[in-house]
């Protein structure tokens, strides 16, 4: 099993500031076979980036995604008040798919 | 526009048996694989079960294989997920998603296992 180990589990930060959310993996992953998720209290997890750094349908390109092999980050340039959430990374290319075990975005 | 609705969540007892449903709407159903997640309350995401398109390959977590069996009906455009031996720590929303990776997921349903 590819264990996903997020970093930090909390973010504290206001909003205008830059948030760099850290995904590594125990072995190699494909990186066309990494997403991550934004989860807001209350709600169902939305895709935000897949295959590494392509954006999902409607996902504002201040989101970014890059790494390869067992390091992969989440970047969002600009915080607004919407992105104040938890973030989780998902490997998907070898069964059993996993989860990291999230990362809170939170006001400062 | 694409929707999956959960339903089946009940409050359980302990060795128990639940069978949760999704219904899709909005897409060609047949087209994509769909994914059993699940999320206890206050925690993170676990990844329950996948199955294929054609629902002739299927995947689970080690925590509920032997379990829980996932399967699916193209004909009604609906995700099952058979739920048998249940226990305590099975207590979650769980959740329906379609295709790798997850692009559009349910609202959930809240199983309890609890006596």
Redesign the interface.
């Known amino acids: 099993?590819i264990v996903l180990t997020q970093s930090p589990g909390t973010l504290s930060l206001s909003p205008g500031e830059r948030a760099t959310l850290s995904c590594r993996a125990s072995q190699t992953i494909s990186s066309s076979y990494l997403?991550w998720?934004q989860?807001k209290p209350g709600q169902?997890?939305?895709?935000l980036i897949?295959?590494e750094s392509s954006r999902?349908t409607g996902i504002p390109d201040r989101f970014s995604g890059s790494g390869s092999e067992t390091d992969f980050t989440l970047t969002i340039s600009r915080l607004e008040p919407e992105d104040f959430a938890v973030y989780?990374c998902?490997q998907?290319g070898r069964?059993?798919?996993?989860?990291?075990?999230?990362t809170k975005v939170e006001f400062k | 526009e694409v929707q999956l609705v959960e339903s089946g969540g009940v409050v359980v007892q302990p060795g128990g048996s639940l069978r949760l449903s999704c219904a899709a709407s909005g897409f060609t159903f047949e087209d994509f694989a769909f994914?059993w997640?699940r999320q206890a309350p206050g925690k993170?995401?676990?990844?329950v079960s996948?199955i294929s398109w054609d629902g002739g390959s299927t995947?689970?977590?080690?925590s509920v294989k032997g379990r829980f069996t996932i399967s699916r009906d193209n004909t009604k455009n609906s995700l099952y997920l058979e739920m048998n031996s249940l226990r305590p720590e099975d207590t979650a929303f769980y959740?329906c998603a379609k295709d790798?990776?997850?692009?559009?997921?349910?609202?959930?349903t809240l199983v309890t296992v609890s006596s």
Do not use: I
């Open positions: 099993e997403a998720y989860q169902a997890p939305r895709l897949y295959g999902a989780y998902q998907y069964s059993p798919l996993t989860f990291g075990g999230g | 994914h997640v993170g995401l676990e990844w996948l995947y689970y977590a080690d959740y790798s990776p997850l692009t559009h997921w349910g609202l959930g």
